[in-house]
């Protein structure tokens, strides 16, 4: 029997804490009286906005534009005026602009039936400027603009199209439950992705702790006759690693600095396949997704399905609250997600869960002097060496950091983990990655 695939560097076994919520059905979330909208909710050039204080707006209408080629529309989640447009921070310290609608008026879709569209019929053209037009962004939490990744470059081809569906952050269920709830429509948003990208294979890849999805979309699979296979993959984090899936599926190795297509692969989360066929047969735009809100700190921890422009804190009180005030609540899952102070910061289209953890979850301890111990040597999936360059971050020697590998850092989390010393590398790995890419500006601009 063939082993299991995975990808051969590194990984680490952290508890997946995904039982609190793999079985519990999406619910809707509450409506609030107020949808706050950040006109940047992807990878690349802000929106225009296209609105005023005072203006009405309908559910579902354009009111930030596309900046730019990398860029992606934003949609009014609900019918409303706008009564004011701030500065607010997202949980990854960003200052963005926002729209923030107080509801009024009729909404459009929400509990009516939707019109079936063909898209069949469409010429890839058509299809293109539909995805770009309903702002599709990836949204296993990169947020790069989904119609821009299928714009193959000239003389480029797409040999294996690889649907990402590992989800393996802890706690984080999302995806799982949109393979169980939304499975004949995810199958359709690939089959449209295909007609784009005419690739030679197409991989859903499952970690196998999702063996009832696997199982589940194999079967709609060989019913619709369809030529996609799914791949169970071993549970290690970080399966879902873009560079490591590849590895792990394709047995290639994406080269430093390169993008996925150098070794002819493109890939889209299993959500950003659920919202191309919306896009196509609904002629729906992103307005919701899907989002996972647990941690031991949560009442009644739940996936939701949340209108982008909800606070935080409505998602949790739709859990019922808090059962006990949590250390630390986080945006997106406890690896690669950020901390949050502002329980009113909204939902975006990137946002996967909400996570309340208490102290008994997280190791909060002060950090210590490095104990060369090579933990977080030997659980890099990249093969760099942790210690070495957070050194030479600590010492402001970027040129020396850049060498050691720190733009290839995917930001995993799995060194922080594994470090006894409590050492906060990949936050210093972060700020290290900003004071490169700002130097590197400044030389640019001389
Ligand atoms: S955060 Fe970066 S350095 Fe640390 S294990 Fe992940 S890829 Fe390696
Ligand atoms: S895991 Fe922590 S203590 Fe061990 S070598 Fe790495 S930085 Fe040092």
Known sequence: MSRIKTFPKGGIHPTDYKEATCNKEVQNASLTSTAIVPLSQHIGAPCECLVKKGDLVEE?????????????????PVPGEVIEIKQIFLPNGMAVEAVVIEVKGEFKRLGKESLLHDWRVMTNEEISSKIAEMGIVGQGGATFPTHVKLT??????CETFIINAVECEPYLTSDHRVMLEKGSEVLEGIQIMQRLLSPLNTIIGIESNKMDAVTLLQSLIAEKGLDIEVIPLEVKYP??????????LTGNEVPSGKLPLEVGVINANVGTCLS???????????????????????????NLKARVGTSFRSLIEDCGGFSEEPVKVIAGGPMMGFAVYDLDTPVTKGTSGILALTAREIKASRPTSCLSCGRCVSS?????????IFKFIDFNMSDQALEAGLMDCVECGSCSFMCPAHIPLVQGFRGGK???RKNSMKKAGQ
Do not use: D, W
């Not at 890099?380 to 070495?388: D, I, V």
């Open 60 to 76: 579902e209408q354009i009111i930030g534009k596309s900046g730019g080629f990398v860029s992606a529309n934003i949609h009014s």
């Open 152 to 157: 193959l470059p000239k003389g480029k081809s």
């Open 239 to 248: 399966q879902g690693a873009e560079k490591n899936l590849i590895k792990a």
């Open 276 to 302: 191309v066929y919306e896009a196509l047969v609904l002629n729906k735009p992103v307005i919701e997704r899907i989002v996972t809100v647990s941690g031991g700190a949560i009442k009644n921890p739940s």
């Open 380 to 388: 890099c999936p990249m093969g760099l060496n942790p210690t070495k």
């Open 434 to 436: 900003k004071i490169v």
